[in-house]
């Protein structure tokens, strides 16, 4: 084997100068920066090294060839024309990774192919035997680099990706990349303050990874050194031209310097508020080896931090960062309680945090004063470093904040909940609350009720809305006037939050927050956020899929609880349709009351679908149960102009929208005649119109009631829940007077005739 190589050393981008500064540290100097990592020449050696001792990179990569292809038959000839048997037997495994801009060998799993056929042919020219593929373990991985440039061909000698050092057993739901929390460590500084013997301090531990990293640092303790033990950890024991001798020579020095490294380091713990969390750090920090110089408490971020020692230090941690809508609203005031805490008991200590969210950092309440981008994963992340200076009162600046709480940098004093106090209005909200909880539960239980509204801006100073779904709790924060003191309206969601869980007795992961702004057009119907959170609800008996955190509306208007189900008992072997029909809850009713047919209809694919689910769920299937994807207004004109008739018919339609989907835009206030003319051109003469909105200062056209029957069911429809503040207003619409005439509807969903 050559005694001269070249290496790559992959990484994530922006991390490509501490990987340069850690193979120079190594004694290596032939080395160029490229993204994503960095190139660089020497022995075989200086690649053990490496992989044993760098923190931050992912890979190490042996060049075998550089070359220039313009067909894939280019590529297999490139390929074996290499000795393959120099570097590993017929008898091994191997995988073939691959990632391919080249302008026609463009698809990067034909190229794995071709240069897996290559390696295979030549094997079996030459031994008759052939090597296999072992996606799992492979014992020799090759990675294949294709660009209309150049063509990079490279033998792995890291084996498994290097952030995988051997001591995380197990983890939490959201842990951290050993690699990348190398890096915050760097960017931090970590270096300059053991190397003063100044403490470090997590105080969202988690399962331990960030302060096993800073040990592991301070102490001079080679990351690869654990997993240096077991024999398939790393690629080049598998690879023929691996020289045990030197490796066991670096792997003495490397024991040597961890021996001397733990005898002086500083003081380093870490606390988390999970004691599951707590416990899984220990059992890591034991299989690393480092149980004597951690120090692991459970402990929450929120109230009373104490420090674990008196003198300044330095703390860095990677708190929760949600992408849902309703978790980042609901971790706002976890940062702002946790910057208090750090303003109040750690002045003069450097904090530094990682975050995709910038209004969660802003939240702390402080000013960086140097920020690093980084990238966790796939994730964009911005790494924000303070140095907390208690002195200091409050941000001014509306940079600082950017329309956020002008909230105290101090102890606290003008934030009520901060110092313990609480304020009169908060007292009013938590009474109001627990008053109405302790007569809503009662009634929801006595009528097999799980899914209701506890709450609807009560007190005026407190405008939220809070639904309950079993176990879930939903809030909405009514989005406050530009009038209100931003700092005051952030108090009092802190409120909210503060007692929400108790009242209601449920679990903080289970509050999901959301700020219901003023919508236009369909924004109130689209996705805040790209992840699936569904859960199953029954109600009345029936079950129906709400999803807690992806949209304003979670796919079940809990008003229209008993407009459904006097749609059900209004059902029975009529013909029913459900115009602007959202998720089709009512039409799942009139299947379940017995409808000879349903047709739901709806301009949105998503809750077209969704609506499916409902129906599939509930065990209803066949032709006579139709789906229309359509313009509620189009699909209604074909309708008339082919004379369809229903019998019983649900209509309840945005405020205003003016989707891309829509012809013309619709306004509830101004359109409304023509949609229930529409309506009872549809309608059999013993049919049944039932008509809903929730527009404010709605005003029914005095017109309507010319060619028809017409009577409002308001009060019916509105549920006990809803009484104090209801929703909707609801009309029934005939061409028989005699129709007009519905069954009573009592609580529990049980119709009376009448």
Known sequence: MKSDHQFFAT??????????KELESLGIERIKIRTGGVAFSGCVEDAYRACLWSRVASRILLQLKAFEISSDDDLYTEVIS????????????????????????????????????????????????????????PDIRINLYLSDRECLLYLDLSGDALHKRGYRQSAGSAPIRETLAASMLYRAKWPDFYGQGL????????????????????????????????????????????????????????????????????????????????????????????????????QDVTHDLIPPVTEKGLIVTNPPYGKRIGQVQLLRTLYHRFGVQLKTHFNGW?????????????????????????????????????????????????????????????????IATDTGRVSEHALMFSNRLKKNYKHLKKWARKNNISCYRVYDADIPQYSVAIDIYGRWVHVQEYQA??????????????????VVADILETKQEYIVLKVRKKQEGSAQYQKQDGKDHKITVTENGLKFIVNMYDYIDTGLFLDHRITRQLIRSLSRNRSFLNLFAYTGSASVYAAAGGARSTTTVDMSNTYLNWAKENFSINGYSGDNHQFFREDCLKWMAQAISENKKYQLIFIDPPTFSNSKKMDTSLDIGRDHAALLDGCLALLADDGQIIFSTNARRFKLDSTIGEDCYIKEITTITTAEDFRRKPLHRSWCMSKQESSLVLPKLSQDGSDHPG
């Open 481 to 498: 006037p530009k009038t209100v003191d931003k700092n005051r309206a952030f108090q009092r969601i802190n409120d909210v939050i503060d």
């Open 11 to 20: 990484c994530s981008k922006g991390v490509e100068d501490l990987v340069q």
């Open 199 to 298: 403490p470090f301090y997590d105080p969202m531990c988690g399962s331990g990874t960030i302060i096993i990293e800073a040990v592991m640092m301070a102490a001079n303790i080679a990351p690869g050194l654990l997993r240096s033990r077991d024999g398939r950890r790393f690629g080049f024991y598998r690879w023929k031209g691996f020289d045990s001798k030197k490796w066991d020579d670096i792997l003495e020095d490397a024991e040597e310097k961890k021996r001397t490294g733990v005898r002086s380091l500083p003081v380093i713990s870490g606390s988390d508020n999970d004691e599951k969390l707590v416990g899984i750090a220990r059992n890591n920090i034991k299989v690393a080896g480092l149980p004597s110089f951690i120090k692991i408490s459970l």
């Open 82 to 137: 290499i000795d393959w048997s120099e570097h590993f037997s017929q008898d091994q495994t191997l995988l073939i990774d691959c990632f391919s801009s080249h302008s026609v060998v463009s698809n990067s799993h034909y190229a794995s192919l071709r240069v897996k056929d290559a390696i295979v042919d030549q094997f079996v020219q030459n031994t008759t035997h052939r090597p296999s593929i072992d996606r799992d373990d």
């Open 350 to 414: 450097t904090a530094v945090i990682i975050t995709t969210e910038q209004d969660l950092a802003r939240s702390l309440g402080m000013r960086a004063f140097r920020k690093n981008m980084l990238f966790n994963g796939a994730l964009k992340s911005v790494l924000y470093q303070y140095k907390i200076d208690s002195n200091i009162k409050t941000l001014q600046s509306e940079n600082d904040l950017q329309g956020e709480p002008d909230i105290s940098i101090g102890a606290g004093k003008n």
